[in-house]
């Protein structure tokens, strides 16, 4: 007899199951022969229902006024799915309300969510209206009401459960197998369903691909774009000029960018003349392809150009976008590669060794399910194909190539199918290599032994590379790691245990250094506890008996009589780790390979801890500012950065090359391009500066009311409330509210959020409703009036053109918080670092912050500063400096919405 589900579906006024209610409930009783019931019923909720849910839905008020109260239809529907197994997506969800309503349903729950990550990989988005429409399964006219959304939930389980079926046989009996040992993993009963079943085919759906410059074709880009070996650049210009071959492939949608052709001739020149070249270029001035164009010239004329991104939608936008474009323009491929580093690929070793633990939880065994089924379509191995939540995110440490990859030693490597090596083959080959500045900055730190050998090199989004080089030359050291290391020396399963079952039988040496390693972690334990002990004594004790967030390590606090203690601390601790990476090392030499490998990574996080000590704690020094910092639980952690980037920019990245292009939307932090030379250490480069090819005056219009209290005054943040209700009424929507912090967002939210729904405008809130992905997607598709508050990662890398978003609120100037180590610390080497340090920082991502707005020719848009110190303190000026050549309005707080409204209505801004 078939096996009977219950599919189930809830509508919510939220996603929050103690705050929120149920609005409607469904579900549909179904085997593989078909449906055998359904239910379905409105509730009655006892708080009022946000707009936003009611145009989901599409219910209205009137309907829900008159539905039954969940007490009246909760035991029908406990009757109706009994003991069944329940299918739904994000189903825990549904079951948490459910309980919160006063049903407790405990039996077994298969979610198509997280089975759709198994058997999916790759597909990017797992959304359930994506799932149905990529997969085929049935039209989503009704998404969002809960009968039409359980039946969708029915379709996607039966194909994935027919997905399942048609898996490899060593595959599927593998992850049946894990099933079997860990049974309270829930899904893995559709495995043992399937491999039971046997002989079905699955659907066919082809995994995604990804641009890899695997075409082989012969071509000779060189031969038809220069003269001599050298690119002419007049050849490449030529190809965005009028007439040229981007007006021949798009007659009717193409415009002359002079600003793009300017910028193709300067980065063409600067490589040509060995030299380098900061170029700001405005929004909508084409710097992708303006850089790509003669970087894929001089990549087939002369060895790889290397071109780093920060972002990883600006890397997808290359890919997925520029990159055929340009293959387009040029009527040749660009063999293009992309390369990570090795974190960011799977090792099939180590995924071996991994499906031996023992102790595997359901987390565990769905996430080697994952890999079990990914690992057979991937083409990369690149951990970004995979969804991966945060649970499973540290799993991913264990399976990673990251630091106990032996390609010499690896069968894998020597068969071919190992991803790193493949990834590093299609580098060397490649004419163009797409890293980010990460990788970037991790190869200049390990002298050029990452990346194939290059001497052209792109950095876009360059106003943010001081940042990530002080992130990867930083260093760091927290009680949960240091605990989490040792431990997994005394583990069972551990790199210890590994390493002894890898080198056979005859081990007795061996053995018995094992054990001496592990008594010296245990030992080391009980230090580090005493250690990070030792260190909240000191902090409690310099701080009067206060916890602050973050405390730097000055020179005066280093000599309170308390830090004596923990120097004594750090050098008893360091003696411990050096003791267990001492028998590790006696170990090692013991040993014979493979088994050897399993050692270096342990060995490497010790000496990384060891260090870490050293130059916080024992050694003060005067190019980095060290600090601790607590985290979200309350432990105190230690850290360190270096004060200036441009020492290890210059030695490790710029070192060598023969020509070097930084480029960025916002580089200026006042008239010129100093203040980026200062901080990366550029003096002699090149600067070019170029607008955005927009006619502002006619598309944007600034407003900056000079009548707001001040940010610190008590009568601000309902000021602020008040005057985004009137503006977003007035503008129906349409906009970008940035904020400094996420306590000022969240304070907003819950004003504004009402009134504006029923005035029939929806507020969404980064951090409140959903990733940032989703709630950019929602004000992109413009589907209903919509406010979207944003912090800090929504100032910049987001690109929303046309109507959808029409204003930009910026509530603060966006000053960093004074109190952060790092810039505290690099402020006091100025003579004023307010002025000199903390001001231009801001200006660059306050122009971050404008040019969310206008992303084409035909976009029209307001921006709105409600900050007093642009009109009342004097660097407010610098502010003023920094806006584009835009139309400008004086209104004051009462007449900005009509003002607003008038010019995006059309109105000249003079009237």
Excluded at 65 to 76: I, N, Q
Excluded at 336 to 365: I, M, N, P, W
Excluded at 477 to 489: F, H, I, Q, Y
Aim: with cysteine; charged share 20%; net charge negative.
């Amino acid at each position: 007899m078939p096996i009977e589900y219950v599919a189930i579906d809830l509508e919510t006024t939220g996603l929050n199951a103690d705050r929120d209610a149920i609005i409607e409930l469904a579900a549909v009783r179904f085997s593989a022969a078909g449906v055998t019931g359904t239910f379905q019923s409105l509730l009655r909720p006892e708080l009022k229902v946000p707009l936003r849910v009611l145009q989901l839905t599409g219910l209205s008020a009137s309907d829900l006024a008159v539905a039954p109260v969940a007490s009246e239809v909760l035991p029908g529907f406990a009757d109706f799915v009994g003991d069944r197994q329940l299918v739904g997506h994000s189903v825990g969800q549904d079951i948490a309300f459910l309980r919160r309503a006063g049903l407790v349903l405990d039996q077994a729950r298969l979610d198509t969510f997280e089975l759709a990550t198994v058997l999916l990989p790759g597909m990017g988005r797992y959304g359930l209206g994506h799932l149905v429409a990529r997969l085929g399964l049935s039209g989503t006219e009704d998404a969002h009401r809960a009968l039409a959304d359980a039946h969708m939930h029915r379709l996607l389980f039966l194909d994935l459960l027919a997905r399942a079926a048609g898996l490899p046989d060593v595959v599927l009996a593998t992850i049946a197998d894990l099933a079997q040992r860990v049974p309270g993993w829930n899904l893995g009963s559709v495995f043992v369903q399937a491999l039971e079943q046997g002989g079905q085919a699955a659907p066919t759906l082809s995994p995604a691909t990804w641009l890899e410059g695997d075409d082989d074709s012969a071509w000779n880009l060189s031969a038809a774009l220069s003269v001599e070996g050298v690119p002419d650049v007049d050849a490449i210009e030529a190809l965005l000029a009028p007439g040229g071959r981007l007006e021949a492939l798009a007659p009717d949608a193409y415009e002359d960018r002079p600003q793009q052709r300017r910028m193709l001739r300067a980065v063409a020149q600067a490589f040509a003349a060995e030299g380098q070249l900061l170029v700001e270029a405005g929004t909508g001035t084409g710097k992708t392809l303006a850089y790509l164009l003669p970087a894929a010239a001089w990549g087939a004329a002369a060895g790889p150009v290397v071109v780093a991104t920060h972002t990883v939608a600006l890397q997808e936008q290359i890919l997925r976008q520029d990159l055929p474009l340009a293959q387009r323009i040029l009527d040749r491929p660009i063999h293009a590669a992309v390369l990570k580093g090795r974190s960011h690929y799977l090792c099939k070793t180590a995924l071996e060794r991994f499906l031996k633990r023992r102790q595997l939880d359901a987390v565990g065994a769905r996430f080697a399910a994952k890999l079990l089924v990914w690992s057979r379509l991937t083409r990369t191995g690149d951990r970004a194909e995979l969804l991966l939540p945060p649970e499973e995110q540290g799993l991913w440490r264990q399976v990673s190539a990251e630091a106990d990859c032996q390609a010499g030693n690896c069968a894998h490597a020597a068969a071919g199918t190992c991803w790193l090596p493949k990834a590093r083959a299609r580098a060397a080959a490649a004419d163009l290599v797409l890293v980010n500045h990460a990788l970037l900055l991790a190869d200049a730190g390990s002298d050029r032994a990452l990346l194939p050998a290059y001497r052209r090199l792109i950095i876009d989004e360059a106003h943010q590379l001081e940042a990530a080089a002080t992130n990867a030359l930083a260093i760091g050291l927290d009680r949960g790691g240091v605990d989490l290391l040792l431990a997994e020396l005394q583990a069972v399963d551990g790199p210890l245990a590994t390493a002894l079952q890898a080198a056979g039988s005859d081990t007795e040496i061996p053995r018995l250094l094992a054990a001496r390693t592990q008594a010296a972690a245990e030992t080391a334990r009980g230090e580090a506890a005493a250690f990070f002990h030792e260190l909240d004594h000191f902090l409690a004790e310099a701080q009067g008996g206060r916890h602050a967030g973050e405390v730097r390590f000055t020179e005066a606090l280093r000599r309170q009589p308390a830090w004596l203690g923990l120097e004594l601390a750090a050098e008893t601790l360091q003696d411990r780790l050096a003791a267990v990476q001492a028998q590790l090392t006696a170990l090692d030499t013991a040993l014979q390979e493979p088994a050897r490998g399993e050692l270096r990574r342990p060995w490497a996080r010790l000496a990384e801890a060891t260090t870490a000590l050293d130059r916080i704690v024992l050694r003060s020094r005067r190019d980095q500012v060290a600090w601790s910092a607590r985290s979200d639980s309350g432990r105190a952690a230690l850290h360190a950065a270096p004060l200036d980037v441009s020492g290890p920019l210059a030695d490790g990245v710029f070192r060598d090359l023969r020509g070097l292009v930084l480029t960025s939307a916002t580089l200026r932090a006042g008239d010129d391009l100093e203040f980026i030379r200062d901080r990366l250490g550029l003096p002699d480069a090149e600067g070019l500066v170029l607008d955005a090819p927009f006619d502002l005056r006619r598309a944007l219009l600034i407003c900056a009311p000079a009548d707001m209290p001040p940010p610190q005054a008590p009568d601000y943040q309902p000021t602020l409330d008040q005057t985004l209700i009137q503006l977003a009424r007035a503008t129906q929507g349409r906009m970008l509210v940035l904020y400094t912090s996420h306590a000022g967002l969240k304070r907003s939210y819950h004003a504004i959020r009402q009134p504006l729904g029923d005035a029939g405008i929806a507020v969404i809130g980064q951090g409140l409703d959903g990733p940032r992905h989703h709630l950019v997607e929602t004000l992109r598709r413009g589907e209903h009036p919509t406010v979207l508050l944003g912090t800090r990662s929504l100032w910049e890398g987001i690109d929303v053109p046309g109507d959808a978003l029409s204003v930009v609120v910026i509530a603060r100037l966006p000053f960093d918080v004074p109190t952060d180590p790092v810039f505290q610390a690099r402020a006091e080497r100025f003579e004023d670092g307010f002025l000199q340090y903390s001001v231009p920082q801001s200006v660059i991502r306050f122009r971050q912050g404008l040019g969310r707005l206008i992303r084409s020719h035909r976009d029209r848009g307001v921006a709105v500063i409600l900050d007093s110190r642009f009109h009342s303190r004097g660097y407010g000026q610098l502010f003023q400096d920094a806006l584009p050549d835009c139309a400008r309005s004086g209104a004051s707080r009462m007449d900005l919405p009509a003002t607003a409204l008038a010019f995006l209505e059309g109105a000249d801004p003079a009237e």
